[in-house]
């Protein structure tokens, strides 16, 4: 059973840093996209970043030059860098897994429990 468990969350002030990890239970960086994605309260949850199998990456508008994905597969790992954080950034981050790069969460099928990140002014 394929399982993502994200950890790294927590509460921080505006400008500062935050790094997600996910460790997913089986390897598959191999052949499928992973990706970031955040729900806020009374918002839809977004996109904020995907890295494909080969490492090519994407990012939302708001988060570019702000955040990093990356990924370790020898750890079985995705990670999210989040430098100069804003309120707006506060969400639940979810990491999760598909074969493509889709944009929209509701095509990923492995998915994470997500980890809270809280950003005060």
């Known amino acids: 059973q394929v399982q993502l468990v994200e950890s790294g969350g927590g509460s921080v002030q505006a400008g500062g840093s935050l790094s997600l990890s996910c460790v997913v239970s089986?390897?598959?960086?191999?052949?499928?996209?992973m990706g970031w994605f955040r729900q806020a309260p009374g918002k839809e949850r977004e996109r904020v970043a995907t890295i494909s199998s080969d490492s090519r990456t994407t990012y939302a508008d708001s988060v570019k030059g702000r955040f990093t994905i990356s990924k370790d597969n020898a750890k079985n790992t995705l990670y999210l860098q989040m430098n100069t954080l804003k309120p707006e950034d506060s969400a639940m981050y979810y990491c999760a897994a598909s074969p493509l790069c889709y944009g929209a969460y509701s095509l990923y099928p492995y998915r994470g429990q997500g980890t809270q990140v809280t950003v005060s002014s």
């Open positions: 089986e390897d598959i960086y191999s052949r499928n996209c």
